[in-house]
């Protein structure tokens, strides 16, 4: 058996050892999911952008720098979630380049982070945070469709958001081999999500609707039907001239929920990407469903996670201050 190692006295590598180190740069690249790593990209360019603004060296770049980026996003109202990616981004670009951590375990940049989330703590929630869409909200956001292609697809993208509790990621990321239909409804597979890095891959049910017109399950055979698409990408952009472009992106789902939200006349400031699933997680709550079941269709491996969710739907849910004789 031939060894993977370079030719002895010669310094040259024998081949298998080149193809096995192309191989191990395309596991790496797979280290991340496509979603992530965009994001990073995402986040890398702005990091560079305040870099060049600031006269400072973005690679490599400084613990003093690092430490300082955080704070000025944090001065920009960026969530605390928002900071802690983009610090990551910057730690994973470093680390891929082969520089040192900007971020040492135990460093100021870890205590500058803690601050910040403490702080948030204090501020408490934001009026800017999203609110769920719920099953009234989405009955309103795809009445006012028609059976024009664009409005086909975005039935069946709200609907099918909003019953699978899919992120905007796992949407998106969507191609019709991962659609089978069943008796019930339609079995969609997810070969990767935010909670599942590695590509183990998870399954959802998504049962028939009780009305024909919000029907996810039905939607979305029509979308298929009337769009022409057999493979690939199950949801795409539309252009002006009616025709399929490309596969569409987290960005995307927001726009069109805000546009439709618009449509309908409510606020879209309200609701973004992330207004399904929230609604889905609210809605399925207010009407009974079991903790488990609820996290057997978003995926949620935290419940304090979904907890989150619920605790806002419980506002006034055996409230102490209502009928207090005031």
């Known amino acids: 058996m031939k060894h993977l190692v370079p030719t002895p006295g010669t310094g040259l590598a024998l081949p298998e050892f080149i193809e096995a180190q192309e ?16 994001a990073y990209a995402a986040d890398w360019v702005r990091f560079l952008s305040w870099c060049t603004r600031c006269a400072v060296d973005p690679l ?48 100021e940049v870890s205590e500058t982070l803690v601050g910040i989330r403490n702080q948030a703590s204090l501020a408490g929630f934001t009026t ?48 019709v081999r991962d659609i089978e239909d069943r008796a019930q409804g339609c079995k969609v597979a997810l070969r990767r999500s935010k909670t599942d890095q590695t590509g183990k891959g998870d399954f959802k049910g998504i049962p028939f609707g009780r009305h ?14 009337v769009s022409g698409i057999t493979e690939g990408a ?13 596969r569409l992106l987290g960005s995307d789902v927001a726009r069109i929920i805000k546009q439709r939200a618009t ?32 996290m057997k269709q978003t995926g949620h491996r935290n419940v304090q996670t979904l907890y989150g969710y619920i605790r806002l739907a419980e506002l006034f849910a055996d409230n102490a201050a209502e009928d207090i004789g005031l």
């Open 23 to 38: 191989a191990a740069k395309q596991y790496t690249n797979k280290a991340k999911a496509d979603a992530t790593r965009r």
């Open 60 to 107: 490599p770049a400084s613990e003093t720098v690092l430490k300082a980026y955080a704070a000025y996003l944090a001065q920009q109202g960026k969530a605390p979630s928002t900071i802690e990616r983009a610090v990551s981004a910057v730690v994973y670009v470093h680390r891929r380049a082969k520089f040192p951590s900007p971020r040492p375990r135990g460093g």
């Open 128 to 175: 800017t945070k999203k609110a769920p869409a719920l099953a009234q909200h989405v009955r309103a956001l795809v009445g006012p469709l028609t059976h024009e292609l664009r409005d086909v697809r975005d039935r069946a993208l709200i609907l099918l958001g909003f019953t699978g509790a899919f992120r905007r990621a796992e949407l998106v990321a969507l191609d």
């Open 212 to 225: 024909e017109d919000t029907c996810a399950v039905r939607a979305l055979r029509q979308w298929l039907r």
């Open 234 to 246: 199950v949801f795409r952009g539309v252009n002006r001239h009616g025709k399929l472009t490309k």
């Open 263 to 294: 449509a309908a006349g409510l606020d879209a400031k309200h609701f973004a990407g992330h207004s399904l699933r929230a609604g889905f997680v609210t809605e399925a709550h207010m009407r009974g469903k079991s903790t488990h079941s609820i």
